[in-house]
């Protein structure tokens, strides 16, 4: 019987380097809300993703063998759930873009381990959730930093004592809420004195109810986008004239057009995203976009952009690109990676170093609050300089005449 000699093992690592990591190839899936309930947000999400795509690919930056797979999630968990193991079982995706909500990416976590498939969310941000995980990343803040920053910033910086909570039924406002009144209640002494539950179907005569027996000047909405855009509408209705704070869902850019007028000095955490910028890599980003789509990028184009840029750079790292080279690349392999939203950098669970800022919508610009208020000052210390130069307006004298 003639026997083969077994080859060396030299002989199968140059085997293995030629065939791409013995028949791996870098394959990307994407798992986005494209239509549905969340659609307005997998959208951004897409138009950022695509734009760092063609970009890479123009600039021959994609590694040899890529291929990437588009999947809709139809805003639902179950069906993400079902497009991931088609993603895997017909098109062997080694990393998937998805989870863009909470819940989706909640569901995803069982297939994602029992597959052993890694995830790079760019939106989801339920507190904890990277953690339930070793093949789930995000690059969103979690969502106790942002109820945390809502709760400082409402106290420490708008001095409101009171406040009235308008709270929306999802895993985003479920784990939003106990980081806010942790924060605003527990360590700071605000006081909520309503709490309007937005799916109740007479939450509008609950509203007036109580911000008349409080009497506040200040609300705090924390709900999705579309929720939070009838809330501002109810609350124009009604002649309120406090302080408006919402949530980062409210950042998408069809939502802030559509509302006009009713998100003017609304404010909201952000990630570290101010398209208002002069600084590299966003000033570039934001130019490409504006480009390519005639529209400025939210924060969810940003986080979408780097997603894909993340996803092709960990690709190229990883080799093979396969589970554990993969996850090593993503905790070891991206410490000095710059993205439009941040230098971006791991925890031990997943979950992006990023904190995140307060924005307001001020004519029809979203600007860094902290930004503004210097404008502001600016504003009046020139107002100011302009009166003590010019000095006041003469009042004619009474009865006064030509002598």
């Known amino acids: 019987m003639i026997r083969t000699p077994r080859p060396t093992i030299a002989a199968l690592a140059v085997s293995c380097t030629l065939l791409v990591g013995c028949g791996s190839a870098p394959v990307l899936g994407v798992l986005l809300p494209t ?21 890479a690919r123009s600039q021959q930056q994609l590694p040899p063998g890529f291929e990437v797979y588009w999947a809709d999630t ?26 863009a909500t909470s819940a989706e990416a909640k569901a995803l976590v069982p297939a994602l381990d029992e597959l052993e498939i890694v995830c790079l969310s760019p939106s989801a941000s339920a507190p904890g959730l990277a953690a339930t995980s070793r093949h789930l990343y995000r690059l969103y803040p979690s969502d106790e930093l942002e109820g945390d920053t809502a709760g400082r910033f409402l106290l420490d910086r708008l001095g409101k004592e009171k406040v009235v909570l ?22 700071l002494g605000g006081t ?20 008349r027996a409080c009497q506040c000047d200040a609300v705090y909405i924390i709900a999705y986008a579309e929720p939070t855009l009838e809330v501002l509408r109810h609350l124009r209705d009604i002649g309120f004239k406090g302080r408006v704070v919402t949530t980062s869902a409210f950042y998408s850019s069809r939502i802030v057009q559509e509302a006009g007028e009713l998100a003017e000095d609304v404010m909201f955490p952000l990630p570290p995203f101010d398209r208002t910028s ?18 400025a990028p939210d924060v969810f184009a940003a986080h979408g952009y780097d997603a894909m840029r993340l996803a092709i750079h960990v690709l190229g790292l990883a080799s093979p690109p396969e589970t ?67 000095g006041p307006t003469p009042t004619p004298s009474a009865g006064g005449g030509a002598r």
């Open 192 to 211: 909520v004195a309503g709490r309007v539950e937005l799916t109740n179907d007479d939450w509008r005569e609950r509203s007036e109810t109580a911000l």
């Open 74 to 99: 139809g805003s639902e968990p179950e069906r993400a759930v079902r497009e991931l193991r088609s993603l895997v079982s017909e098109h062997d995706v080694k990393l998937v873009l998805g989870g």
């Open 35 to 55: 239509s549905g309930s969340a659609r307005t947000y997998g959208e951004s999400i897409e138009s950022g993703m695509r734009l760092a795509l063609a970009e």
């Open 324 to 390: 554990p080279e993969i996850r090593k690349a993503l905790s070891f392999g991206v410490t000095e990676f710059t993205g439009v939203t941040g230098p971006i950098l791991f925890d031990d669970y997943g979950d992006v170093k990023h904190y995140p800022k307060m924005f307001i919508v001020h004519g029809d610009q979203v600007l860094s609050y902290q930004r503004y208020m210097q404008a502001e000052r600016q504003r009046i210390l020139r107002q100011v300089q302009e009166l003590l130069v010019v």
């Open 278 to 295: 002069d600084k590299e890599p966003i000033l570039g980003f934001v130019t490409r976009y504006m480009d390519t789509y005639q529209r």
């Open 166 to 187: 308008y709270v929306g039924d999802s895993e985003y406002t479920r784990g939003i809420e106990p980081e806010f009144r942790k924060r605003y209640e527990q360590t």
